[in-house]
Every structure is written in structure tokens, then in C-alpha cells.
């Protein structure tokens, strides 16, 4: 489905450098992400809404807390670059 032309260009726009080997099975691999996703496509379901807000118990579920980080220095730390408790990241898009 996804042919090896296309991945090579995916590849150059992602900045992924792969061998043939890697090639071959990535391309396989989107190939059956894809096959799975027509699959999904073409599923006849009807949308059901009061079934769908009862999906998820809200009951069960925790209460959100505000919990402040005291820490932030400790954070920062990690990172090789920072500027005002900012990571500071190199651009990746030209």
C-alpha cells in the first residue's frame, strides 16, 4: 500500500535516517497500520449517544487537585538549555 518511494520522502520530511532493512520493515508495518484503518473505514456502527456518554463511569474517577511543584529548579536540571525555567529547544522545522 505505502510504496518505498513514499517512505523514503516521509523519512526526509521526518529527518529519520533508516537502512534498507529498517526501510522494508517500517514499510510493511505502515502498510498493515493502514490495511487496519481502511478496515476501521468501512465498519458500519451507529452512534449510539446516551451509550456513549456511559462509556466512561465518572464516578470512578479521581478528583483533580491543583498540587503546586515547589521544585522547579530540580526540573530545569534536566535540561542541557534554559532560560528563565524554559527549556530552550532547537528548531526542527526549516
Do not use: W
Request: glycine share 4%; hydrophobic share 40%.
Amino acid at each position: 500500500m505505502i510504496t518505498k518511494e513514499d517512505l523514503v520522502t516521509l523519512c526526509e520530511l521526518s529527518r529519520l535516517h533508516l537502512s534498507e532493512e529498517e526501510l522494508e520493515a517500517y514499510g510493511k508495518s505502515m502498510t498493515d497500520i493502514m490495511t487496519l484503518m481502511d478496515t476501521i473505514g468501512e465498519s458500519d456502527f451507529e452512534y449510539n449517544l446516551v451509550d456513549m456518554n456511559n462509556a466512561v463511569p465518572f464516578s470512578s474517577l479521581r478528583e483533580d487537585k491543583v498540587v503546586e511543584f515547589e521544585n522547579m529548579d530540580k526540573i530545569v536540571e534536566n535540561g542541557p538549555k534554559t532560560v528563565e525555567n524554559q527549556f530552550i529547544v532547537p528548531k526542527v522545522v526549516d
